[in-house]
């Protein structure tokens, strides 16, 4: 049996996302972007802001910037068309400026999408409204550890996983 067109849109919308390339322009106007999981979000400030898209396209540049190697690999995507929503499994590869050690961030993104009639101009359109990135904590206190053991500022600006801080 072939998959609703449903299924397939929100399916493509995720695969899009995982891959990064133009992952603003399939998200709401008004779409939101946050971390998980809670107790890591609790202890580490970088992670405590719920992004609108302004604000997470500036974390997309500042974060980028610290980053000399990026790239990705989609393990799995679970669609559930009834609630809108999509879960994707993925790596990314990731090295700084200042070192060739390659660090796999190993997460887990969900998604929820916007129903038939929110996106303005396009009854049947459907972009994501919601996302939730849940990061490999250690993966990301490498990055940043190797940042500041070359005394590369990360900066008051930069939020997300590169300001995590293990104990």
Known sequence: MAP????????????????????????????????GHNRLVSLNPTLQNVMDNEAFATHLKTTGRLLAGFNSKIHEITVDEYQRMATIRMSYYLSTLISDEVVENDLIWTLKFTKQGEVKGDPNGVLIKESIEFVDATANARLGALLRDAQVEIGKDVKGGLGIILD
Request: charged share 30%; proline share 3%; aromatic share 10%.
């Open 4 to 35: 609703s067109q449903l299924y397939s849109q929100l399916y493509e919308l995720a695969r899009r996302h995982g891959e990064g390339d133009d992952i603003l322009s399939i998200r709401s106007p008004d779409a939101k972007h946050a971390w």
